[in-house]
């Protein structure tokens, strides 16, 4: 007798920008809908031209792709292919969408997409939703069944300058909820995914935007929400959307570590450069230094820096002591930093002191 016939994988493709790329360290939100998929026994193949998050800086270094949280399932790296990148527009991929589908023959496309067109001024809420038209067609013309899942754009945390941005997001997604129902084919159905109402990026965000580690599990419930579509034939009547653990699991940075001091002799003006440099923590997006400079025994306020290298041109002639002291923190959001790092010494002398 023969076995019980497997159904085949689906192909999926997530297209996206930065919330669906995400940094180095990162789960994402591609690894929480890629759990909640194997969780409940529906085959899929992730598909698309990359494999990784965005690395740290520099941030324009392509060669190479970002690596992702230390404890993601090891299977997942070997079917962790997407097309998101940083940065992204709709305007942009809807000119690059037919080449990846015709490579890479997606089965279902699962995008994110719309908040860099509208939040940056590229198009306003009607060109962007034309973008997305244009993007679905020429998607279509290399597979004339594909299906597409289409979040709507979060409303990001109030960006001084942009105060109309709420408005014009809201306008987009109401467009895109009409749009969707126009789009929609029975030979390749279209659904609406509600992003903007399950991911609250005041909480789930790390810098007002991006998913931190509960915003990662927001987006990928409320695609699992849509994925239960019978159109999309993934699962069954019984399956459950995905459920955000309680407890949401800690992103961890490991501390700075080898961090050294080292200040110039004096220049003609009697001004040295402080260097500290330390060792990359993975990771962190950026980190935090604080000098202090034995004025008062107190410390400036912790300053963000995007390298390992942090340096400052001062003047000892001003202060009493020429004994400075230096300390790093890693950082990744608002939210999560490292313990902070030993504190190292330095003497910043007088010229006439040389």
């Known amino acids: 007798m023969g076995g019980v016939p497997t159904r085949p994988a689906t192909r999926v493709m997530v297209v996206g920008d930065s919330i669906s790329h995400g940094r180095e360290g990162d789960w994402t939100w591609r690894y929480r809908i890629w759990e909640w ?3 409940n026994n529906i085959p899929v193949v992730f598909v698309g031209p990359h494999r990784g998050t965005i690395p740290p800086p520099p941030e324009d270094d392509r060669a190479r792709d970002g690596g992702y949280a230390p404890d993601v399932d090891r299977d997942f790296l070997r079917d962790c292919y ?6 992204k527009q709709a305007h942009q991929v809807k000119d690059e969408i037919g080449e990846q589908v015709a490579t890479h023959k997606p089965d279902l496309c699962l995008v994110e997409l719309g908040f860099n067109d509208i939040g940056w001024g590229i198009s306003d809420p009607g060109a962007t939703i034309e973008s997305m038209r244009a993007l679905m067609t020429e998607a279509r013309t290399y597979n004339q069944a594909l299906k597409f899942a289409i979040a709507n754009v979060p409303q990001r945390t109030i960006i001084p300058g942009l105060g109309d941005l709420p408005v014009r997001v809201e306008r987009y997604n109401e467009l895109l909820a009409q749009a969707i129902q126009e789009w929609n084919q029975p030979s390749s159905p279209v659904a609406l995914v509600h992003l903007c109402e399950n991911y609250l990026c005041r909480e789930g965000s790390y810098d007002g935007l991006h998913p931190g580690a509960l915003g990662e599990f927001e987006i990928a419930q409320a695609f699992s929400r849509t994925l239960l579509c019978p159109e999309f034939a993934l699962a069954d009547k019984s399956t459950k959307e995905l459920t955000i653990p309680r407890p949401v699991p ?5 501390t700075p570590v ?4 080292v200040a110039s002799p004096p220049n003609s003006e009697g001004w040295s450069k402080l260097t500290v440099t330390w060792d990359l923590v993975y990771g962190a997006y950026c980190y935090d230094i604080r000098i202090e400079t034995g004025h008062d025994d107190s410390w400036w306020d912790w300053h963000p820096v995007q390298d390992t290298r942090y340096q400052l041109w001062c003047s000892p002639m001003y202060l009493p002591t020429p004994e400075w002291k230096a300390q790093v923190r ?5 939210h999560v930093t490292s313990n902070n790092s030993q504190v190292v ?9 040389l």
Do not use: M, P, Y
């Not at 997407?82 to 940065?87: A, C, E, P, Y």
């Not at 890693?330 to 608002?334: I, K, L, M, V, Y």
């Not at 010494?345 to 002191?353: F, G, L, M, S, T």
């Open 37 to 39: 998929f194997r969780q």
């Open 258 to 261: 080898n961090l050294i001091a």
């Open 82 to 87: 997407h097309f998101s990148w940083w940065g």
């Open 250 to 254: 800690a992103r961890v940075l490991a």
């Open 345 to 353: 010494d330095v003497i910043v002398r007088h010229k006439e002191d």
């Open 330 to 334: 890693a950082t990744a959001g608002e």
